[in-house]
């Protein structure tokens, strides 16, 4: 049961991140620690965590979202051995963690894992196409709402649920904050990946993501 920290990265979002936190609150693994990083205009999302009591809170000072930087302030508060990513509107499944810790048991050179986004019941995954690959000409594939019915290698993951082993973010540096919001998870998987760790995607590791304005 290796700990785990959760971070999320906020701003101005009160009312998705008290679904958040209220759906993590249902989470049937045990060893885990929760971080928000808020970047929010006023005090509401302060407000909204302490209401949680197993929560750290951190405020940052600026004067819009950064959430590359939000969440190198959070690893370096973590204590957990692996590092999970939310978005605020991100709402797990009670098995969440359960799923993303047993994808890390198949190997050691397991860097990253990382599971569904569910937007509602409609799949836009067609089956057929590769999940989460680059592809040559530097085109992505996704279909992060699929599931392929087994554990798969990926070369990506999708943003709002995804999570690496706490010595690999380290050893690359942890995120590029030059990246404001699009593409740095991809950028992220791939220095994991040419440091010689495999990415899995596992698809009973689900969250609903709102997808908030």
């Not at 979002?13 to 989470?27: A, F, M, Q, S, Y």
């Not at 000409?137 to 290698?153: A, N, Q, Y």
């Amino acid at each position: 049961m290796p700990e785990v920290s959760v971070i999320i990265p906020t701003y101005n979002r009160p009312d998705v991140l008290k679904r958040c936190l209220g759906h993590i609150e249902k989470l049937t693994y045990e060893t885990y620690e929760v971080i928000v990083v808020d970047a929010s205009s006023n005090d509401e999302s302060r407000n909204i965590v302490a209401e949680y009591n197993k929560v750290k809170y951190i405020k940052i000072d600026t004067s819009k979202r950064q959430q590359c930087r939000q969440r190198n302030i959070g690893i370096k508060k973590a204590k957990g051995e692996i590092i999970t990513f939310l978005d605020d509107d991100s709402l797990v499944h009670s098995d969440w963690l359960d799923e993303i810790v047993k994808a890390y048991s198949f190997t050691d050179k397991v860097g990253g894992v990382g599971g569904r986004a569910l937007r509602g019941e409609q799949i836009s995954w067609d089956g057929k196409t590769s999940i989460g690959r680059i592809k040559n000409d530097g085109f992505l594939t996704e279909g992060f709402d699929g599931d392929p019915g087994k554990i798969i290698e990926v070369d990506h993951l999708i943003g709002c649920n995804m999570s690496y082993r706490r010595n690999v973010l380290e050893e690359i540096n942890g995120w590029d904050e030059w990246f404001d919001v699009e593409r740095a998870e991809t950028d992220l998987a791939i220095r994991v990946k040419k440091a010689g760790y495999k990415i899995l995607y596992n698809p009973k590791a689900v969250i609903n993501h709102l997808a908030a304005p």
